[in-house]
């Protein structure tokens, strides 16, 4: 299994950001996918998540600005950032979970899979 992240770098505040995460060598459309970050200096998180069972869910700092979204014909995931802010600033990572249905979709604990991440800097 390969998860291959792409799409970070450098945005100014209020800008925008598309992370891409290309998946291979995993049924896609049966898995939990999920976006997570590493802030400077903390644990990583869970941003984004898509579960087949449960649907979307975000944690509540970047709702309304990240929308995670995905092409099941070219068994990729993305994350589309507006409004970013300076504490958006980390490492981020695209992972994927052998299961769907997560009882704690946000919990880096229920991944199996993961990206090596892609910078996002926000200055």
């Known amino acids: 299994v390969q998860l291959v992240e792409s799409g970070g770098g450098l945005a100014q505040p209020g800008g925008s950001m598309r992370l891409s995460c290309d998946t291979s060598g995993l049924s896609y459309n049966k898995y939990c996918m999920g976006w997570f970050r590493q802030l400077p200096g903390k644990e990583r998180e869970g941003v984004a998540v898509?579960?087949?069972?449960?649907?979307?869910t975000c944690v509540d700092s970047v709702k309304g600005r990240f929308t995670i979204s995905e092409d099941n014909a070219k068994a990729s995931l993305y994350l589309q950032m507006n409004d970013l802010k300076v504490e958006d600033t980390g490492v981020y990572y695209c992972a994927a979970a052998a299961a769907a249905g997560l009882d704690y979709p946000l919990d880096l604990a229920g991944y199996n899979w993961w990206g090596q991440g892609t910078q996002v800097t926000v200055s």
């Open positions: 898509l579960d087949r069972i449960v649907g979307t």
